[in-house]
């Protein structure tokens, strides 16, 4: 399995970003598809996470309201739209994926590589 995560940059505090994941080299139907995120010095931690199959979606409460995870089975690909951005949500986001991939980065066996999301004040 491999993730390709992009759209991370530089925003304003209130502005808004759309993450991607494109997912490769096998089916995902029974997988859950998480993004976490890691802020320097600080421990990754969970943000958000959708089941391919039935799209049930779970957020942290940080990000509850402001975040939205979505994914396209067509493009194999998981989105994570952020608005009202604030600058606490800076941070390197990752995408994981796996059968029971939710709220620990433990639970992810297969992870892409981070894309730098900043919000500036």
């Known amino acids: 399995v491999q993730l390709q995560a992009s759209g991370g940059g530089l925003v304003q505090a209130g502005g808004a970003l759309r993450l991607s994941c494109a997912a490769s080299g096998r089916t995902f139907s029974t997988y859950i598809m998480g993004w976490f995120r890691q802020a320097q010095g600080k421990e990754r931690e969970f943000v958000a996470s959708i089941s391919w199959s039935r799209e049930i979606a779970y957020y942290a409460d940080s990000v509850k309201g402001r975040f939205t995870i979505s994914r396209d089975s067509a493009e194999n690909t998981v989105y994570l739209q952020m608005n009202s951005l604030k600058p606490e949500d800076t941070a390197v986001y990752y995408c994981?994926?796996?059968?029971?991939?939710?709220?620990?980065?433990?639970?992810?066996?297969?992870w892409g590589q981070g894309t730098l999301v900043t919000v500036s004040s």
């Open positions: 994981a994926a796996g059968r029971v991939c939710g709220y620990s980065p433990d639970d992810c066996p297969f």
